[in-house]
């Protein structure tokens, strides 16, 4: 069973920044898909950005040049780097994990593990 555990959530004004962590302790794989989707209130979850084994990153358009994703696999931590924040960018975020394909998309179903999620919120 693998665990994620989210951090790094929190308020922020509009313009500024934030990192979130996602920490999987006990996973291992050879071939894997791991990505930060949102939820803001009353909306439908959405991708926003992912990265598999080999490094190759995909965004979501209304993230690209803002926010960065990374991964720490001696750690086994993925980030998220959130710059130029807006109001809009207000959600819960989540990390999850594919850990079978290193093909990517936004695509929930994929995805077999979840993070409990944190609140990002942007103020103007």
């Known amino acids: 069973q693998v665990q994620l555990v989210e951090s790094g959530g929190g308020s922020v004004q509009t313009g500024g920044s934030l990192r979130l962590s996602c920490a999987a302790p006990r996973f291992t794989a050879s071939f894997y898909c791991m990505g930060w989707f949102r939820q803001a209130p009353g909306k439908e979850r959405e991708g926003v950005a992912t990265i598999n084994n080999y490094g190759v990153t995909t965004y979501a358009d209304s993230v690209k040049g803002r926010f960065t994703i990374s991964q720490d696999e001696f750690q086994n931590t993925l980030y998220l780097q959130m710059n130029s924040l807006k109001p809009e960018d207000t959600a819960m975020y989540y990390c999850?994990?594919?850990?079978?394909?290193?093909?990517?998309?936004?695509?929930?179903?994929?995805?077999?593990?979840w993070g409990q999620g944190t609140q990002v919120t942007v103020f103007s």
């Open positions: 999850a994990l594919d850990p079978y394909r290193a093909s990517c998309i936004f695509d929930e179903v994929k995805f077999d593990y």
